[in-house]
C-alpha cells in the first residue's frame, strides 16, 4: 500500500480496502523504521496522527469527507504547525512551538490530510545539500552516502523512500526542484503569488512559493486543489482565479511549442544529464510536441543576482530573531547588545550568517547601489527574457539540476561551486514563474529530473505535460533499493 500515488490511495479509502488509521501506522511505521537511516524527518507526530486518522474515518463513516480525506503527508519543517515544533532546521527555532498553522497547513488540515511529521531542511531553507540542519543531514534513499539535495531534502527522501505519499516543499530558488530531482520525484514550484506564504517562515519573500513533492504530476495536481488560492492573510498572495488542476492532465500535447535554451545545455552541464534530458525532450516529441531553440541570454547572470537578492531579503528577515520574543536566547545576557549577538551568534550556523553578512553588505548605504540594485535590474532583464521566448512557445525544457546527487561533505567547504548548481533553477524564482521537475531518468543509479517552465499561472499546462509524460514513461515508479 506505501507504493501507492494519492489517487490509487483516495480510492482505497473509499472503498474501505484500508482505513485511515491502518493507513497512517503503516507509514508511521516505515518513518520510525528508516528516519535513523535516512534522517528526514525533525519531529514525528505519532500520537497526534493516530488521532487525525481516527477522525478521518469518522469523517468518512459520516460521509463528510473529501476524496483525500485520511491521506498523511509530511509536512516540512519551515510551515508552522500549530502545537507542533517549528524549528526551521535551526536551532535558532529548536524551542520554537508554532501558535497557528500555516494557510497551507490550514488548508491541508482542513481536506482531511493527516500530518505524519515535519521534514528536515536546510537551515532556514538556505542551501542545496540539506547538510546545513542544525539536526543532521539528510541522506539520499538512492544512496545514503549522497546528499539529497536541499533545501527542501527530507520532504523529497521521504517521498522518495516511501515513508509519507506526498510532502510539501519550498522553493526560493530551486528548494523543490532540485530535491526532487536528485531524488526521483515530481516536485512543482508555482508561480509566485499562486500558493499563500503565510505561516511559511520567510528565507527571501519575494522569490520565496511553497508546492508539492510528490510521486506523479496527477499528485502535485490534486494537492495543488488544495492548497492554491487567494489568502488575504498574505499581501503578496494572487488574486486570479484558480484553475481545477486535474482537468487537463489527459489532454493531448500535440502541437506544443517547446522553447530548449541554448543556454540550458552548454558549459555547466554533465554530459550524462545532457543525454538523459534530451531523451526525455524526444519522448516529448513523440508525443507531438514540437521543439525549437531558444535564447535566454542573460541566464550566466541569474546566480550572481540571486545570490545578492536572495542574502539582501533574508538579512531583513532574519533580524527578527533576537532572544527577545521568541526562539533561542543565551544564558546570562549582560545588556542588550550582549543578548542579540550571544543568541544570534549561539543559534544561526555558518551558512545562515554568511548569507546575512552578505546581505547586509549588498543593501549598507555604500554598496547598495552597485550591488542590491543592480541585482534587481538584472531580474527585470531575466523576466523579460522569459516573456520574450513566450512570445513563440509555450513552455521551456531542460535539466533541473546540473547534476545528480554528489557525495556527502563533498561541497560544504566550498560555497562557491554549492550556488553555482543551481544555474537552472534560480532564474525562474527571479521571474516569479511555474516550474516543474519530473524524473527523466538515472546515471549510476542516481535520479536525474527534467524540467518544464511555463509562463505566469499555467500550473494546469505543467502539470498536463509532465502527466503526459509520466503515462508514457515509467521512471517515476522506480523505487529506491532496500525502501520496497
Ligand atoms: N539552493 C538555493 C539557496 O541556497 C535555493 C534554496 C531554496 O530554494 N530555498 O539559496
Redesign the pocket.
Same mark, same amino acid.
Given at each position: 500500500m506505501h507504493q501507492s500515488t494519492l489517487a490509487q490511495l483516495s480510492v482505497a479509502l473509499e472503498s474501505k480496502q484500508i482505513s485511515s488509521e491502518e493507513l497512517t501506522r503503516l507509514y508511521l511505521d516505515r518513518c520510525k523504521k528508516y528516519n535513523d537511516s535516512l534522517n528526514c524527518f525533525i519531529t514525528i507526530n505519532e500520537d497526534e496522527a493516530i488521532e487525525k486518522a481516527k477522525f478521518a474515518d469518522q469523517q468518512r463513516a459520516d460521509n463528510k469527507h473529501t476524496a483525500l480525506t485520511g491521506i498523511p503527508v509530511a509536512q516540512k519543517d519551515i510551515f508552522c504547525t500549530n502545537g507542533i515544533k517549528t524549528s526551521c532546521g535551526s536551532k535558532m527555532l529548536d524551542n520554537f512551538i508554532a501558535p497557528y498553522d500555516a494557510t497551507i497547513v490550514e488548508k491541508m488540515n482542513n481536506a482531511g490530510f493527516v500530518t505524519l511529521g515535519k521534514t528536515n531542511m536546510d537551515e532556514f !531553507?538556505? +542551501?542545496?545539500s540539506n547538510e546545513t540542519s542544525f539536526y543532521g543531514a539528510v541522506k539520499n534513499p538512492w544512496n545514503t552516502e549522497y546528499v539529497p539535495g #536541499?533545501?527542501s531534502g527530507g520532504s523529497a527522501s521521504a517521498v522518495a523512500a516511501r515513508l509519507a505519499p506526498i510532502a510539501t516543499g519550498? @522553493?526560493? #530558488? +530551486?528548494?523543490i526542484r532540485q530535491p526532487a530531482s536528485l531524488c526521483g520525484i515530481t516536485g512543482l514550484k508555482p508561480t509566485y503569488g499562486r500558493v499563500s506564504r503565510y505561516g511559511m517562515i520567510a528565507?527571501a519573500s519575494s522569490l520565496d512559493q511553497g508546492g508539492p513533492m510528490a510521486l506523479t504530476a496527477e499528485d502535485a495536481a490534486l494537492m495543488m486543489n488544495v492548497i492554491a488560492g487567494f489568502d488575504e492573510r498574505d499581501s503578496t498572495s494572487a488574486e486570479q482565479t484558480v484553475d481545477d488542476y486535474t482537468e487537463k492532465l489527459n489532454d493531448s500535447i500535440e502541437g506544443l511549442k517547446i522553447g530548449l535554451p541554448k543556454e540550458y545545455f552548454g558549459e555547466g552541464l554533465d554530459s550524462n544529464i545532457a543525454k538523459i534530458v534530451e531523451e526525455g525532450i524526444k519522448e516529448l516529441e513523440k508525443l507531438g510536441a514540437v521543439c525549437k531553440e531558444i535564447e535566454l541570454p542573460n541566464t550566466e547572470l541569474s546566480i550572481p543576482a540571486y545570490y545578492v537578492v !536572495?542574502p539582501a531579503e533574508c538579512s531583513s528577515n532574519l533580524s527578527r530573531f533576537d532572544g527577545v520574543r521568541f526562539g533561542h536566547r543565551c544564558e546570562e545576557p549582560t545588556d542588550l547588545s550582549d543578548l542579540y549577538c550571544r543568541s544570534r551568534g549561539e543559534g544561526f550556523g555558518k551558512e545562515v550568517k554568511r548569507r546575512i553578512m552578505i546581505g547586509a553588505y549588498v543593501l549598507s548605504a555604500g554598496y547598495y547601489d552597485a550591488y542590491y540594485l543592480k541585482a534587481q535590474q538584472i531580474r527585470h532583464l531575466i523576466r523579460d527574457d522569459f516573456q520574450n521566448a513566450f512570445k513563440d512557445i509555450d513552455v521551456i525544457a531542460g535539466p533541473t539540476a546540473t547534476g545528480t546527487a554528489f557525495k556527502l561533505n563533498e561541497m560544504i567547504d566550498d560555497p562557491v561551486s554549492m550556488y553555482l548548481s @543551481?544555474l537552472y533553477t534560480v532564474s525562474v524564482n527571479l521571474a516569479g514563474l511555474p516550474a516543474i521537475s519530473v524524473p527523466a531518468g538515472f546515471v549510476n543509479n542516481l535520479p536525474v529530473g527534467m524540467q518544464l517552465i511555463g509562463n505566469y499561472f499555467e500550473e494546469s499546462r505543467l502539470l498536463n505535460i509532465a502527466h503526459q509524460f509520466q503515462q508514457a514513461t515509467d521512471h517515476h515508479k522506480a523505487i529506491p533499493g532496500g525502501f520496497e
Open positions: !531553507a538556505m +542551501g542545496s #536541499g533545501s519550498t @522553493d526560493t #530558488g +530551486g528548494s528565507f !536572495a @543551481d
